[in-house]
């Protein structure tokens, strides 16, 4: 199977920029995702990455390196309503199967 | 349009009892995938439907169990309760097959007493 490793918490100030880091074991690997999940709600897309580089959309950002199983989800000027769980997901063989890490609880302070 | 769609949203069942969930995913949505969520373990795969045949099962006993229907909602079941299946049991469907986006249910959370 596919272990996927993230910290458990993180903590970060308003108006920072927090980077999220994810490991995962390479074998039949085909591509990582990254959701954010609020406290009582689904986990919403917000990032794919099969290719190794960065993926930039707004103030969140995924970089992939496929040779190392290691990808990261950069946040930039924080807000408060980020503070949620963020999971890291990886996708292996045929169809849709996700494997998910534990998820990082990140909290915004003012 | 329409998100993915699960009911019931909140449930209490006693042990030994069997219950079924049902998911209605995204229109042209044809892959269902069930998740199993809880706080020690996290968000668990537990099988993927596409158009009718199941693809993917993860590492769940045989008391867990779904299908797919031709419309692609999906029901899973859990026969036979234990108290350690109380979790928020979460749907989510995709549009193609493979490496694409998964949208996500607001879940069902069972309670088994």
């Known amino acids: 199977g596919q272990n996927i490793d993230q910290p458990t918490e993180m903590t970060a100030t308003e108006g920072a920029i927090v980077q999220i880091n994810c490991t995962y074991q390479?074998?039949?690997?085909?591509?990582l995702f990254w959701y954010q999940q609020h406290a009582g709600e689904a986990p919403t897309f917000l990032s794919y990455?099969?290719?190794?580089g960065l993926e930039e959309k707004g103030r969140f950002s995924s970089f992939l390196s496929r040779s190392k199983g290691y990808s990261y989800l950069l946040l930039k000027e924080l807000q408060m309503k980020d503070s949620a769980s963020y999971l890291c997901?990886?996708?292996?063989?045929?169809?849709?199967?996700?494997?998910f890490g534990t998820g990082t609880q990140l909290k915004v302070e003012l | 349009k329409a998100g993915v769609t699960q009911t019931p949203r909140y449930l209490i069942k006693t042990r030994g009892q069997q219950v079924t969930l049902s998911c209605s995913p995204i229109?042209?949505?044809?892959?269902v995938s069930w998740y199993q969520q809880t706080p020690g373990q996290g968000l668990q795969f537990l099988f993927e439907?596409?158009?009718?045949?199941?693809?993917n099962k993860g590492n769940f006993p045989g008391r867990f169990s779904g299908r797919q229907f031709s419309n692609s909602r999906s029901e899973m079941n859990v026969s036979t309760l234990e108290l350690g299946d109380s979790a928020l049991y979460l749907c989510?469907?995709?549009?193609?097959?493979?490496?694409?986006?998964?949208?996500f249910g607001q879940g069902t959370r069972l309670t088994v007493v």
């Open positions: 990455n099969v290719l190794d």
């Open positions: 390479t074998s039949g690997f085909n591509g």
């Open positions: 439907y596409f158009s009718e045949t199941q693809r």
């Open positions: 989510a469907s995709s549009k193609l097959d493979g490496n694409t986006e998964a949208f």
């Open positions: 229109s042209g949505h044809r892959s």
């Open positions: 997901a990886g996708i292996t063989g045929g169809g849709n199967k996700l494997t």
